[in-house]
């Protein structure tokens, strides 16, 4: 979603993704919706405590905005959630550094950036 739609297309946006993650969490995948900054009093609710939920930073950090409210998401994620482990499908990010429960996984073009450089 991105933070420049209207309340009412966020919103939308939002039940959309969470239908596409019921019936792929059907299907036995774990699927986590992310929203804006100005959706968190309703965007996390129904996702599970104290468990991994994955993320991904895909598009959020070529802008100066995007990186802050991705920043600001995954502390209110550690907030409202307390999740055991952050998975965050991306680059590290070093303000990030202070939690001890984050992992990053590389994208689909960080993985093929480094078989390129690899000769593979």
Known sequence: MLPEMLPGQRIWNCTRNRIVAYCLQKRGFNVIPWCSQEDFDW?????????SIAI??????????????????????QRQKSPFKIIICGRSLAELEKYDNIMYYPSFSQRMDERIKNGK
């Open 56 to 77: 991904s930073s895909n598009g959020c950090l070529s802008t100066p905005y995007g990186r802050k409210t991705l920043l600001i998401g995954v502390e209110e994620l």
């Open 43 to 51: 965007c996390f609710d129904g996702l599970p405590e104290k468990s």
